[in-house]
């Protein structure tokens, strides 16, 4: 295989892997008590920049059940096991365009995609012995969504995604593409260090794995969603993720607007702790490192304690990406995105998660801050 043609795999795996997700979660519906706090809804707490940081919303610290043990979970996610998190602040909403603009005005940060890409970074996600590709190969760009005219086996993922010179958070489907009109949308083709940079800038940090999970269930214990076990609330929809009741994954209509895409930020109903599209629209990176079992060793180590504020593993390890060396580095995604769908990917649940080169931005991961 030419060098080529091994990094373009490569960038294809990696969006495989960062859209595929695992199916289904159980739980019970309804408010749950957590340990320590009253049963019903919590109160919805927003800062205004003088009680507590504008369009923040305070996430009460407590103990959960992390993960689940549900029939349709991926082993990922198991088991479920009890943690306890301290109080914190979250951003309301994704980081958005026009907040991120203005990050890129005040700094001149230039992103990861509109970097030549850094060999160093991108060997690691090779299988070892790969040779340097040349320099035209290494161009500035990143990883784009652009479907199928007609159904494909969702086995083939690459025909779906393309690296696409040109694309960044400005113009996020590539060059032809832009934001216009779309400043109250979840930032996207941010890597993982330009989520970094811009939360120091911002005087916040990436939440933990824990601290995520912990604010997407919005205190609902082990429900399947963030809002409850039903899919659909009075026949609507709850969150921005594929319709395949108007076309079949990964089909687009190039007459109808091409790729499925991100909708402004906050379109759908806030959970209980009054932070919206927790699930959907956009992954959302957060700090830990990435392993496919670190559920299951931390249950192991805490027994039926619960742990508190886990900070994650120390590495990488994922043996489930073809291609790709099992202790590549990676960092943990969450949420899902808009293009999860029933048939394929269900990663719209507090419970899902996966693993993402963090130097590798793609058109469906963005991020949300917090603060203590």
């Known amino acids: 295989m030419s060098t080529i043609k091994t990094l373009q795999g490569r960038r294809?795996?990696?969006?495989?892997?960062?859209?595929?997700a695992a199916c289904g979660a159980g739980g019970a519906w309804g408010w749950r008590a957590l340990a320590g706090a009253h049963a019903g809804p919590p109160r919805v707490r927003i800062g205004d920049g003088t009680n507590g940081p504008k369009g923040?919303?305070?996430v009460p610290g407590g103990t959960f059940l992390m993960g689940s043990d549900a029939r349709m979970a991926a082993d990922n996610e198991r088991p479920a096991h009890p943690v306890r998190v301290q109080g914190f602040w979250m951003d309301v909403t994704h980081v958005t365009n026009d907040q991120f603009a203005t990050f890129v005005r005040e700094t001149g940060y230039v992103t990861t995609a509109e970097r030549t890409p850094d060999w160093d970074t991108v060997r690691v996600q090779l299988l070892p012995g790969t040779p340097r590709p040349p320099a035209?190969?290494?161009?500035?760009?990143?990883?784009?969504f652009v479907g199928t005219p007609d159904p494909v086996s969702l086995r083939d993922y690459w025909r779906w995604w393309r690296y696409v010179p040109g694309a960044d958070w400005r113009h996020p489907g590539g060059p032809q593409t832009s934001i216009e009109g779309k400043g109250g949308h979840p930032v996207v083709q941010v890597s993982y260090v330009d989520a970094l940079a811009y939360a120091e800038w911002a005087g916040k940090r990436l939440p933990t794995e824990a601290e995520w999970e912990f604010a997407a269930r919005g205190g609902l214990e082990q429900a399947t969603y963030a809002w409850g076990d039903q899919l659909l609330v009075d026949g609507q929809r709850q969150a921005n993720y594929w319709d395949n009741s108007q076309r079949p994954f990964p089909v687009v209509n190039p007459r109808a607007g091409g790729a499925a895409g991100t909708v402004a930020a906050g379109s759908f109903p806030a959970n209980g702790y009054g932070l919206y599209d927790m699930t959907g629209n956009a992954w959302q990176w957060v700090a830990d490192w990435y392993r496919s079992d670190y559920f299951a060793r931390q249950a192991k180590a805490a027994g039926k304690r619960p742990i508190d504020d886990p900070q994650g593993p120390d590495d990488s390890y994922d043996p489930d990406e073809p291609g790709v060396p099992a202790n590549a580095?990676?960092?943990?995604?969450?949420?899902?995105?808009?293009?999860?769908?029933?048939?394929?990917?269900?990663?719209?649940?507090?419970?899902?998660?996966r693993g993402s080169d963090p130097y590798s931005p793609m058109s469906h991961i963005g991020f949300r801050l917090v603060q203590a």
């Open 12 to 20: 294809r795996l990696l969006a495989g892997g960062a859209v595929l």
């Open 136 to 144: 035209e190969v290494l161009v500035p760009g990143a990883m784009v």
């Open 329 to 353: 580095p990676k960092r943990v995604i969450r949420g899902g995105s808009f293009l999860c769908d029933e048939s394929y990917c269900l990663s719209y649940r507090p419970s899902a998660r």
């Open 56 to 58: 923040m919303a305070w």
